[in-house]
């Protein structure tokens, strides 16, 4: 029975490129059948990286079926994940974030959760002399991955490792690290065909905090004037979000990459006195600059506050 790999819901890079990476592993060097899949589509920079490095999309699943082997990567929160996971084989979990809790197992299984920047990260690591045999579209995926979950190592979730892995992919790729992630950061920014509504679930998480349920997303850019052009309709389109997916408040932070700081939207006092309570800001219109928000693992989420 051929094992599914995939990662979270709304899948950025790395949950789009790690299945791909950790597939072929299995494949090529364990012997093992298996498949990446992705749980919706993916943004404009995961898709910039499967046309560049000429990679198939993963087919997308909705659910999985009772007694199939899975292999999760990039999350281990239940809320990120199909609704029958747990009925499914989980077979392994390679993540790089906090422990939630909830999976369930039918036995034991090997879980890698490491406090690396990217899960390719992990994986090569887990590979070992293996990952030289990683052809080239799979060594870029993996690159690819990298630069992403670190924005080019400007995010505060940046590890020296992270940065190490990267440079010898890029090495080995003979790609220039600054020129490449340019590439990858304009297709991230290229945000114009998505709706309101899809921009706002593009990359996002949700979380509770005092009670109160949030989506937090986020969307990284070179060319913040963009969302930021958009953002009375943006906000307009939070009660509709909120409504469908059963959360009290949308917090929507636009990361500015090049200078790194986020502007998060403010629609209301709730949002406000997030803002003030959470970051120490002072807010006087719709929107506030945080300088130097770059990571939601690190920077917002833990210091969420109503």
């Known amino acids: 029975m051929t094992t599914l790999v995939f990662g979270h819901k709304s899948p950025d890079t790395d949950s789009t490129g790690s299945p791909i990476i950790w597939s072929w592993y299995l494949n090529e ?27 198939d999309k993963p087919q997308i699943i909705s ?31 390679i993540d790089h974030h906090k422990l939630v809790g909830g999976l369930e197992t039918k036995g034991p299984i090997d879980i890698t959760v490491r406090p690396l920047a ?9 590979m070992g002399d293996d990952a030289a ?24 979730t940046t590890t020296d490792h992270d940065k190490a892995v990267a440079e010898s992919l890029a090495a080995d790729l003979g790609l220039n690290i600054t020129d490449f992630a340019a590439e990858m950061f304009a297709a991230k920014s290229d945000v114009s065909a998505f709706s309101d509504a899809e921009l706002i679930r593009m990359d996002s998480k949700e979380y509770e ?20 052009g958009r953002k009375d309709s943006l906000m307009e389109t939070f ?29 209301n006092e709730l949002v406000k006195g997030v803002a003030e309570k959470s970051f120490g800001a002072t807010v006087s219109g719709d929107t506030v600059v945080l300088p130097g928000v770059m990571s939601r693992k690190k920077q917002i989420i ?3 506050a109503v």
């Open 239 to 267: 009660k509709t979000v909120a409504a469908e997916d059963g959360v009290d408040e949308v917090l929507l932070f636009v990361v500015d990459i090049l200078k790194e700081e986020a502007t998060l939207l403010v629609p």
């Open 209 to 228: 905090v005092g009670g109160t349920k949030f989506r937090v997303s986020v969307l990284e850019t070179t060319a913040p004037e963009i969302p930021l």
């Open 63 to 93: 659910d999985v079926a009772e007694g199939a082997p899975v292999v999760i990567v990039d999350t281990n929160n239940p809320a990120e994940l199909p609704a029958s996971i747990n009925a499914a084989d989980i077979q392994g979990i």
């Open 29 to 55: 060097v364990k012997g093992v059948a298996a498949q990446p899949a992705l749980l919706g589509e993916p943004n404009t920079e995961a898709a910039f990286m499967l046309t560049h490095w000429g990679l």
């Open 118 to 126: 990217c899960t390719a990260t992990i994986m090569i690591d887990l």
């Open 133 to 156: 045999k990683m052809p080239k579209e799979i060594k870029g995926a993996a690159l690819t991955c990298i630069l992403s979950d670190t924005l080019e190592f400007r995010s505060p």
């Open 302 to 304: 833990p210091n969420l």
